[in-house]
């Protein structure tokens, strides 16, 4: 079984702060992890993965996230929040069933970055 | 990159009628694709996946189904809508063994009455 956790619903943060937005998961073996942010009706946009590698992975809008094995999590981060990063955002880590990739969505965590 | 075109956009439809939600991929072959429902603008629930034509696996049971007809084309259906059907409902591709991330469809807000 594997599972993922957002333990923020909101996250408020004023522009030019550093952000970061908390995921931790559960998963057997090596995890695969994601970010996506959704805009307001739309679909999610994949921001960044960790498959292998160093732990600090870059990916778009100047986000970054840090995994940490040891303590099983995989957060976030942006130096200098912009009001256009308030989203939906979403961590996902990967799984295999029955031959198929199946991925585990954490409940998400609004991003508010006030002007 | 992939591209995932979903339609229509919005659907208004009263308690009973039957649905259908297409969704088509371009830009990859034999894609391994998904539907997601989204309510109250949070969490994803995956309703089906498909590995290959006419291969689906449900995840929830529920008075919708799915099909795949072709390699890129994954369709959500009902036979009758019920008001819990109402929601954001989201195609996705991959998230496979070559294509680990997922790439996702504009999305379909559906409104039972």
């Known amino acids: 079984a594997q599972s993922v956790a957002q333990p923020e619903d909101q996250v408020n943060v004023a522009e030019g702060n550093p952000l970061t937005v908390k995921c931790t998961y559960s998963v057997s073996g090596n995890p695969y992890l994601f970010w996506y942010v959704q805009y307001p009706n739309r679909g999610l946009q994949f921001l960044l993965k960790?498959?292998?590698?160093?732990?600090l992975v870059k990916g778009s809008y100047g986000f970054e996230a840090e995994f940490n094995k040891s303590q099983t999590s995989f957060h976030l981060k942006k130096p200098s929040a912009l009001v256009s990063d308030s989203a939906l955002y979403f961590c996902a880590v990967r799984t295999i069933s029955g031959g198929s990739y199946i991925p585990t969505f954490g409940r998400g965590t609004s991003l508010i970055v006030h002007p | 990159s992939q591209t995932i075109h979903q339609w229509p956009a919005t659907l208004v439809q009263p308690v009973g009628s039957p649905l259908s939600l297409e969704c088509t991929v371009e830009?990859?072959?034999?894609?391994?694709l998904y539907w997601y429902r989204q309510a109250a603008g949070r969490g994803l629930q995956l309703l089906f996946y498909?590995?290959?034509?006419?291969?689906i696996s449900s995840e929830v049971p529920q008075n919708l189904s799915a099909s795949r007809p072709q390699d890129r084309q994954f369709i959500l259906s009902s036979k009758k809508l019920l008001l819990s059907d109402s929601g954001f409902y989201l195609c996705?591709?991959?998230?496979?063994?070559?294509?680990?991330?997922?790439?996702f469809g504009p999305g379909t807000r559906l409104t039972v009455l």
């Open positions: 960790y498959i292998t590698g160093d732990n």
């Open positions: 830009g990859t072959s034999n894609p391994n």
């Open positions: 498909s590995v290959g034509i006419g291969q």
């Open positions: 996705a591709s991959g998230g496979g063994p070559s294509t680990d991330t997922q790439y």
